[in-house]
């Protein structure tokens, strides 16, 4: 688990691509890598990867298919920034909102201008999330824990205030660009819980006596 209050900002130092997936090596930049072991995670972009070696100033990861089927991490080249953060400890302060590092999907940002000493910014997210995102509700973005300003239907405001634009890769971000997106978990177990009951009554009345004689499983 994560909090999504960027630790680092590291670079992309080696991709090496074999039989579909890839593995990177990610210079850590400032991120104190003393207390990081084999097997732990690291939040690249908001995408939670497995450290399988750890070296004096940097660490490798393996990146699955999958994750490059819905995350915009495969687009990674060398030398590209990256926003860097450890998994959270159990006596870390939780400064953003829980984050898992499994992102939901990619979005597209359509606008960027600045106010005063912040920047704004609109994305646009997959129509399937748009129902988990909500007005003052928290998401993460490139692994950033950020507040919804604002909603005008699949898209959504952000505002990113000095301290976060000095900490992380946003301010360099313009329209078009791809980030990767995870929604409030609280939001995901909240749909849950009000749609299992539906789910269950469903599941009991999809298989009947009176239907599997309609179907001519019973004579």
């Given at each position: 688990m994560f909090t999504g209050i960027i630790e680092s900002l590291g670079s992309i130092r080696q991709v090496h691509r074999s039989q579909g997936d890839i593995k990177l090596e990610i210079s850590s930049g400032e991120l104190d890598l003393s207390d990081v072991h084999l097997g732990d995670s690291i939040a690249v972009n908001g995408v939670c990867l497995t450290v399988t070696a750890v070296k004096a100033r940097s660490f490798v990861a393996d990146v699955s298919v999958e994750t490059m089927d819905y995350t915009s991490?495969?687009?990674?080249?060398?030398?590209?920034?990256?926003?860097?953060?450890?998994?959270?400890?159990?006596?870390?302060?939780?400064?953003?909102?829980?984050?898992?590092?499994?992102?939901?999907?990619?979005?597209?940002?359509?606008?960027?201008?600045?106010?005063?000493?912040?920047?704004?910014?609109?994305?646009?997210?997959?129509?399937?999330?748009?129902?988990?995102?909500?007005?003052?509700?928290?998401?993460?973005?490139?692994?950033?824990?950020?507040?919804?300003?604002?909603?005008?239907?699949?898209?959504?405001?952000?505002?990113?205030?000095?301290h976060t634009a000095e900490r992380t890769l946003l301010p360099s971000y313009r329209p078009g660009r791809r980030v990767n997106l995870e929604v409030d978990v609280i939001a995901r177990y909240l749909e849950r819980l009000l749609t299992a009951d539906k789910d269950s009554e469903a599941a009991s009345e999809g298989v009947t006596l009176a239907k599997l004689a309609e179907s001519g499983f019973l004579k």
């Open positions: 991490i495969g687009q990674l080249q060398s030398g590209n920034a990256v926003n860097l953060e450890k998994a959270l400890m159990p006596t870390s302060r939780l400064g953003g909102h829980i984050v898992s590092g499994h992102v939901d999907g990619v979005g597209e940002i359509t606008e960027r201008f600045d106010d005063a000493r912040s920047i704004r910014m609109w994305i646009k997210a997959p129509t399937d999330l748009a129902r988990y995102i909500a007005h003052k509700g928290s998401i993460t973005v490139d692994g950033v824990s950020l507040t919804v300003n604002k909603i005008d239907g699949s898209r959504f405001e952000l505002n990113i205030i000095p």
